[in-house]
Structures are given as structure tokens and as C-alpha cells.
């Protein structure tokens, strides 16, 4: 039996008592007053805590980090402290008998340097003069770095918040603020106690901040917070406006159309159209009001993380908030409605309700990953949000076919354990499994177990199992039997599926997934017996009739099921509502292929590319058959399924050299441009938000994978336009056309994307510029944005993302791993601790032999603590494409020669 399957069943509610706190004293009532300098970078504290004494005790223990104790009484009398730096606790020396007390502590700090705790970011105004606020990002264990508390999940209380404010300043905290009065240091700002509540949901801004006008919801004042001249942008207007027939332009425009004076453009609108729709949404869901009192949704324009659930004060990034509609492309305008809707259902769904300790982490942030999907189907059905959700759910399961994959749920024992927890198995994975536990259930019924368990648990706190028990008390089905064998082990099951030669009977047979360089046993460990309760539901065509949908509960290594007719075709994991991989006999994937368009639906066609592609990373199929698979669905009109074809023949180009390599190019050129042709290269007034952005992806991949020049030009007079004025090209177009022109670009290229970047109108066009610069064809020009990253011009929080995007640079990739390695330290002081593992994805792309053994012994003497079992990951499936590179990449060539 595996490591990983030893887990299953048993869940992980047992973290190491070094890092949790003694039970004997409980806080009540936290009433807080923070004084911060801006100026001085530092801030002043005071914190009085009411605490209900369990047992008699001799002394109080809590956390606290990097803050200097001034002073600190207990029911008023001063007592000696005591600080254990290492493991953040603060000790008040004081006999105390069972009942309740009164401790108060005075403190000074500085602001957090990496973007956690209490921390400054700092921006330029639309003056061009540089300000500063101070924020906080407290999850997971950094509330104590603000002020000495609890700081443990399951030890709840209310909150009364006090901040001096700057001259000038405004301050908003997790509840409405009830009193303001002047001071010589500034205002005094008062408000009001909270519900109860875990310390890592507090929050507070202070700064030149701006605030939209409350919108009433359900008697909730919503608002966008921004700050000074960040909630709207102007844009040029005097200048022609391309018509609709001719390339990037806007549809139906008139010719040489002008306007006079620049146009203002409001950048909060849609995240008010978005927290609004939420609230109702989400109150009418759980069958429960929103718990607090008012909501704002704060942009910061430093920000670690992509946003956080703060009850009542949601802070996120700036791009992930402030956008203009119009000159947004649909996946940007998706990701912002996304992270506002899963932000929101945190509100019930984490704020509410909370685990117990970090170990259940994975529920709170999977539950609101999926809540935010259903809530973007219900809010743009169009968007076809659970198609999309393929791509997201591939990323998982490139993990979970590896030996270093985890369990969903694991123990967690320290902060660096807690840290690592954010990953794409807590998210997308468990996503993935809550909603085929929805499926399979039923939505009414899911949702009245859901109901249940939100009401039996407001206010407190949760381990897993509570939500099963819940749902199988409302549903009578076997939930937690089901669950535990895809929470408590890892990985997934490649289900394969077997039709008899009559075609009356199909057995499914489930094994592990595993790529090639991921699980070999070992003599050691043996054969690998995980088993998975698979909720399957699969579809088949009796000869001369419609389909017919029906399903089974997959919980032995293999079934064989009887059909009522013979069997034309069938597929498996029907609608992809299971989270599992299928493998087909070639003749029954070439069958698929040919019915496709007929008969799957998107997320059925997407899954066939998808498994496949999973098929050839575990030696299971060739590149070549991969090749014929993607060539027989190119008539494909479904985005994301486009979206797999093309990372799939991104995946074949890296395997090529040479005048084979020329040869895939005009492969995939017939391939992309009979599709690229039925959009055509405008604009059209018809055109659905999809369709719109499937045309800028086949513009990419034209200019890119197919190599074609035509293409290549038009995308240079395109950011040629844009850059003159973006209100003239569509942003599906550009965005694409920046991303072709990026790929092949001159040193002139290079620094008018350095100047778009620094003068862009909105954050995602800012984005759109600085990512591109990391596809730059010379290190010489990559190397120009690494100065600017380590110099700080570029915000630490978009360097990750640069570096792994740069990593994955075909030419250039080796070089940026040699600048990393030079400048580790720097690096490792300049992004947040839970960013640096992600810029590391990009490793994977580094695929010969020496480069996977250098990497390994780079990180025997560099290990990256917050992101260890991640950071292995990353290394494993280096190894995996080093293995494909090693078995294709000559026979595949070989095929594909003149």
C-alpha cells in the first residue's frame, strides 16, 4: 500500500502541539487602536483583549511577531512578558483563576516588507506624486505581525477597531465606521464590533483612498475602494476609428469618425454590477443573509495574493477589480467576475462558517472556487463557465499523475505547512470533486445538505467531515465514504473503458494515474491498490437511435454493465462531471473523433484532447497519434476546446528542430486557418464574447505556432494602432497581436511595450504589455525587464508571473534560470515567501537531462520552505517532459522530415 493511500480514511485533525496555542484561555472581545506613520514606516499599537479563563493558570500565552512589547497588564496590573521569537508567542506571566479577565498590551511595529501582516504599498497619484497606504493581508498566520492575538482559526471573537488617520486620510476596517473625532495626530476613526470571527479575516486600509457611492443590496452598502484617481482613466478619442471591415477594428464604426477632448471611463462600475449580483446570489443559495453589516471591495495596488475574503473589507489587486468593459477582453473581464464572486462566497462559506484549524483550508477555498464558477454560469451564461473550468481541472490533474502529489486534505503542523496549502490541488481540485459530488447527487439536494450545514455551524467552526454528514443526512447517499477516498488520498483514476466486440456490454476498469517519471513502485512500497468511489455517468448510440445517458458508482478496480442494444459508440465521464481521466482503444477514439461534432458536447471534445495529451505523457500513445487526434477536430468551433488544440500543438512545436519543425508549421497552419477564415480577422457586430476571443487566440497561434508572416505583419500595424490609441482595436485582437509581435520583436518593440506598460490606461492593459515582454526573442531584451524587476520598477507582485512566463521562453528560458540562480537571495527578499514557488513552475520547460540534475541540486542548498512539496512537483515533471523529450523528439522529427 502507498504512502498516499495509507492516508485514505483517515482524516488529518491532529497538527503539532508546538504550534498551537494552550486551550486554557479563550479570547472574548479584541478592542484595537493602531497609530500609523506613514511617513516613518512604522506604526504604534495598543490591543485590550477580554478572555474567559477555562482553568486556573499561571501564565497567558498568544502569538505575536516582529513587534516590540512596550508595555502589558492583566486586570490592570503590570505583568512580566516573555517572547519565543521561533515559534511567535508572547507570554504574560500571571497566576489567574477559572473566570473571565482582562489583558492589555502596548506594542510598536514596522511595516511588513513582503506584503504580509500589516504592510505600506506604495503608488503614484494622478498627479504623478508618490503616496503610500498601509493594508493588511493576514491569512494565513500573519494577523499576529499587527497586533498579539489568538491567531488560530478555531479561536473565534468580536472586534472594536480604532485607527488614528493620517491628515488627509481616510481608513476603512471589516465593519461600518460608527465615530470619527480630531486629534493633534489626525482623526480618530471608530467602528463597529464585528460579528464573531477569526483573526485572520481582520482588515484594515488606511490612505488617500477614494470611495464609490454605496449601492443598497438587501439593505448591504456595497462599494468599491481605490485609491486617488484609480477608479476611472481617461482615453484618447481624436483620432480615427477603424470600421468594421477592416482588420482589429471595432465593429460597425464609421469612417474616419472623430471626437474632441479625452473620454472618462469608469473602472468600478462592472465590480459593483458584480458584488451586487453576488449577494443576491449568494443569500439566496445558502438560504442565508450576508453576516456582516457593509461590504467594500478595496483595490491595493501591492497585493501578494489575488484578493482576500476580509469579512465586510475585501481587499484585492487593482487588475482584479478596476476594468473597463470595453477595452477588456472576455477571459480578463471572467477573472475579474470570478475572484469577486469566490471572494464573496467566502463571506458565508470560510467568514461564517470556518475550519477548525488549516488542514481544512482546502474546503473553505475549493468550496468558494466552486460557488465562484456557479455564480459566473448564473451571471454571463454565455461564458459557458463550466466548459472553460477544463482548462483549470487539467492543471490538476498534470499534478495528481505524479508520485509527489498530496492528498486534498493532509496535516498541517506549522505556518510554512499552512502556506503551502494554496496550490492548485486546494483550489481547482477540490472544485473539481465538490462539483461532481453535486452532480452526482443532484443540485436541490446538494444544496439542502449545504443548508443544513450552514445553519448548523454559523458562527463556528468545522472539520470536513461535518459538511458530509450534513449532505448524507439530507440525502441518504453514502457522502463521506465516497469523499474520503478522494480527500484523504492522492491522486486520480485513469478510467479505461472497453466496449466487447458485440457491442452489448462496456467495462470500465480504473488504475492510478501516472505519467512516465511519476509512479514506479518501488520494490519497497509495492504494487500501487488505490481505489477511488468514481461517480461515472457515460453516454451510447444503439445503432439507429438517439443516445442514451446513464451512470454507475465506480467503486471496484473494474465493472462490466450490460447495454440494452448494441453499442455504435459510447463515451464515459459524460459532460466531464467527474473529476477522472478516460483512455480509449484507438479504434473507439478514432470512432469519438468522427462523432464528435455530432454528438459530444464541448467539454466532451475538450476531455478527448485533454486525456490524450495525459496519454502521451505516460508513453501510452505517440505524438504522431496525438497529431492525427488534433487534425480530425480543427472544424472545431468551441473556445476552449481550441484552447486544448492549441496547447496541445504548442506542446508537439517544442519537440521539433529544424525543416521538420517547418513542416508542423504549415500542419498547423491548415489546421488554424480554415477556423480563423469562418471568424474572419474583424470585428463582427454579431459576434458572442467567446467567439470574439476565440479569434484573438487563432491570430496568436497563427503568428506563433504556424509561423505565418502575413499574420506576423498585421499584428504589428495592429499594436502599431493601439499604441497610438487602444480604443481603436478590438482587445481580443490586440491582445493576441501583442503576443505575436512580443514573439518576434526588436529592440524599438521592446521599449514602446516598456512604455505602454508604464503609461497604460487600465491595470489589464498594463498586464497585457509587461507579460508579452517575457516571449522577447533576445536574453539581451529579457534582460532589460529583469532590471527593471530588481530594481523595482515592475511591482513584485506581477514578478512572478514574468519569471515563469520567461522561464518558458523556447531560446531564452536556460539564461533567465541562470539570472534566478545568480540572484536568488535578492529575489527570494523582493516577491512575498508564497510567490516564489510559482514563478518555478516554468522549470518544466527546461528539458534536457543536465538541466534536471542541476535543478535538483540547486534546491538541496536553496529549499523554499512554503512551497516544499509544490517545489517537488515542479521537479518531478521536469523529469516527466524530460522523459518525452527523450522518447519523442527523434521519432517524431523523423515523421515529420521532408
Known amino acids: 500500500m502507498s504512502d498516499h493511500q495509507s492516508a485514505a480514511n483517515t482524516p488529518t485533525n491532529g497538527p ?23 511617513r516613518e514606516e512604522a506604526f504604534t499599537g495598543s490591543v485590550q483583549i477580554a478572555i474567559e479563563v477555562v482553568s486556573p493558570v499561571s501564565q497567558i500565552v498568544l502569538n505575536s511577531s516582529e513587534l516590540e512589547i512596550v508595555s502589558a497588564t492583566v486586570n490592570q496590573e503590570a505583568v512580566k512578558v516573555t517572547l519565543n521569537p521561533d515559534l511567535e508567542r508572547l507570554t504574560l506571566h500571571q497566576q489567574l483563576p477559572k473566570g473571565p479577565a482582562t489583558i492589555e498590551v502596548k506594542y510598536r511595529g514596522i511595516f511588513n516588507a513582503q506584503m504580509v501582516g500589516f504592510y505600506l504599498s506604495n503608488f503614484t497619484d494622478e498627479t504623478g506624486a508618490s503616496q503610500a ?107 480615427p476609428v477603424l470600421t468594421g471591415d477592416q482588420p482589429g477594428g471595432q465593429p460597425d464604426s464609421p469612417p474616419n469618425t472623430t471626437k474632441t477632448g479625452p473620454l472618462t471611463v469608469d473602472l468600478t462600475a462592472f465590480a459593483l454590477e458584480c458584488g451586487q449580483f453576488a449577494l443576491d446570489y449568494f443569500s439566496e443559495y445558502f438560504d442565508q443573509p450576508y453576516p456582516g453589516d457593509k461590504i467594500d471591495l478595496v483595490a491595493i495596488p501591492d497585493f501578494a495574493m489575488g484578493a482576500m475574503e476580509n469579512l465586510g473589507c475585501v481587499t484585492f489587486r487593482e487588475s482584479l477589480l478596476l476594468v473597463d468593459p470595453d477595452s477588456s477582453t472576455q477571459p480578463e473581464l471572467q477573472r475579474v467576475a470570478d475572484v469577486i464572486f469566490h471572494e464573496l462566497a467566502h463571506m458565508w462559506f470560510g467568514d461564517l462558517v470556518t475550519m477548525k484549524w488549516w488542514n481544512g483550508l482546502w474546503l473553505n477555498e475549493a468550496f468558494a472556487t466552486f460557488m465562484e464558477m456557479r455564480c459566473t454560469d448564473a451571471f454571463r451564461p454565455e461564458w459557458q463557465r463550466w466548459a472553460d473550468f477544463g482548462l483549470s481541472r487539467t492543471a490538476a490533474f498534470d499534478i495528481d499523475a505524479l508520485a509527489t502529489t498530496r492528498p486534498i486534505e493532509y496535516e498541517v503542523h506549522s505556518p510554512d505547512d499552512a502556506e503551502g496549502m494554496f496550490d492548485v490541488l486546494t483550489y481547482e481540485k477540490g472544485a473539481a470533486v465538490v462539483r461532481m459530488l453535486e452532480q452526482y447527487l443532484g443540485e436541490e439536494a446538494f444544496r439542502a445538505g449545504i443548508r443544513r450545514y450552514m445553519t448548523s455551524h454559523a458562527y463556528g467552526n468545522t472539520e470536513t467531515t461535518d459538511l458530509w454528514d450534513a449532505i448524507e443526512t439530507e440525502t441518504g447517499e453514502p457522502v463521506r465514504a465516497i469523499m474520503d477516498s478522494w480527500i484523504f488520498q492522492g491522486g486520480t483514476p485513469l478510467v479505461s473503458v472497453e466496449l466487447a466486440p458485440n457491442g452489448k456490454s462496456v467495462t470500465f476498469s480504473q488504475e492510478p494515474l501516472a505519467y512516465t517519471e511519476g509512479r514506479e513502485p518501488s520494490e519497497e512500497s509495492g504494487p500501487d491498490e488505490r481505489l477511488w468511489i468514481a461517480p461515472l455517468r457515460y453516454r451510447w448510440k444503439p445503432f439507429n437511435a438517439d443516445p442514451v445517458t446513464a451512470s454507475v458508482l465506480l467503486d471496484s478496480a473494474s465493472v462490466t454493465i450490460s447495454l440494452e442494444s448494441q453499442a455504435e459508440w459510447l463515451i464515459a465521464n459524460a459532460e466531464g462531471t467527474s473529476y ?30 485533454d486525456d490524450a495529451w495525459a496519454a502521451v505523457l505516460a508513453d501510452s500513445m505517440t505524438a504522431a497519434s496525438f497529431l492525427s487526434l488534433l487534425e480530425s477536430l480543427t472544424a472545431e468551433n468551441d473556445r476552449s476546446v481550441w484552447q486544448r488544440i492549441l496547447a496541445g500543438l504548442r506542446s508537439l512545436d517544442r519537440l521539433l528542430s529544424g525543416e521538420s519543425r517547418q513542416n508542423f508549421q504549415s500542419i498547423a497552419h491548415d489546421a488554424i486557418a480554415p477556423s480563423l477564415a469562418g471568424l474572419t480577422l474583424s470585428p463582427q457586430s454579431d459576434d458572442d464574447d467567446r467567439s470574439r476571443q476565440l479569434r484573438g487566440d487563432l491570430i496568436r497561434a497563427m503568428g506563433t505556432i504556424a509561423n505565418d508572416y502575413e499574420i506576423q505583419e498585421e499584428a504589428k500595424r495592429t499594436v502599431a494602432q493601439a499604441l497610438r490609441n487602444p480604443q481603436m482595436v478590438d482587445a481580443s485582437i490586440l491582445a493576441g497581436a501583442i503576443d505575436v509581435t512580443a514573439s518576434l520583436g526588436d529592440d524599438v518593440d521592446l521599449e514602446d511595450f516598456i512604455g505602454a506598460f508604464r503609461t497604460a490606461g487600465t491595470p489589464q492593459e498594463q498586464l497585457r504589455y509587461l507579460y508579452a515582454t517575457a516571449d522577447f526573442p533576445e536574453f539581451d531584451q529579457l534582460q532589460r525587464v529583469l532590471e527593471l524587476i530588481m530594481s523595482g520598477d515592475v511591482r513584485p507582485q506581477n514578478a512572478p508571473q514574468w519569471l515563469n512566463r520567461a522561464l518558458r521562453n523556447r531560446e531564452n528560458g536556460p539564461r533567465v534560470w541562470e539570472f534566478i540562480q545568480e540572484n536568488w537571495e535578492e529575489l527570494s527578499q523582493l516577491v512575498a515567501t508564497a510567490s516564489i514557488v510559482r514563478f518555478l513552475s516554468g522549470l518544466s520547460s527546461l528539458t534536457s537531462p543536465e538541466s534536471a540534475d542541476q535543478t535538483v541540486a540547486f534546491f538541496a542548498k536553496h529549499p523554499v520552505p512554503q512551497g516544499e512539496q509544490t517545489l517537488l512537483q515542479i521537479l518531478e515533471r521536469q523529469r516527466v517532459e524530460v522523459a518525452l523529450v527523450g522518447r519523442e523528439t527523434a521519432r517524431f522529427n523523423a515523421i515529420l522530415a521532408p
Not at 580 to 609: C, K, M, N, Q, W
Request: glycine share 6%; proline share 9%.
Open 16 to 38: 503539532d502541539s508546538r504550534y498551537r496555542l494552550p486551550p486554557n484561555v479563550a479570547p472574548t472581545n479584541y478592542k484595537i487602536r493602531l497609530v500609523p506613520n506613514l
Open 580 to 609: 477522472l481521466r478516460t483512455l480509449y482503444p484507438p479504434e473507439a477514439l478514432d470512432t469519438l473523433g468522427a462523432v464528435a461534432f455530432d454528438f459530444l458536447s464541448p467539454i466532451e471534445r475538450y476531455a478527448l484532447v
Open 133 to 239: 497606504l498601509a493594508t493588511t493581508q493576514f491569512e494565513s498566520t500573519y494577523a499576529r505581525k499587527a497586533f498579539p492575538c489568538w491567531d488560530e482559526p478555531s479561536i473565534k471573537a468580536t472586534f472594536d477597531i480604532t485607527i488614528v488617520v493620517p491628515p488627509g486620510m481616510q481608513a476603512i476596517s471589516n465593519s461600518a465606521e460608527i465615530g470619527r473625532s480630531s486629534g493633534p495626530s489626525g482623526d480618530e476613526v471608530t467602528f463597529a464590533t464585528t460579528m464573531v470571527m477569526s483573526t485572520y479575516l481582520v482588515a484594515f486600509v488606511v490612505g488617500p483612498l477614494e470611495m464609490t457611492k454605496s449601492v443598497d443590496v438587501a439593505g448591504v452598502p456595497l462599494r468599491v475602494v481605490h485609491v486617488r484617481g484609480a477608479g476611472s482613466t481617461e482615453v484618447p478619442s481624436l483620432a
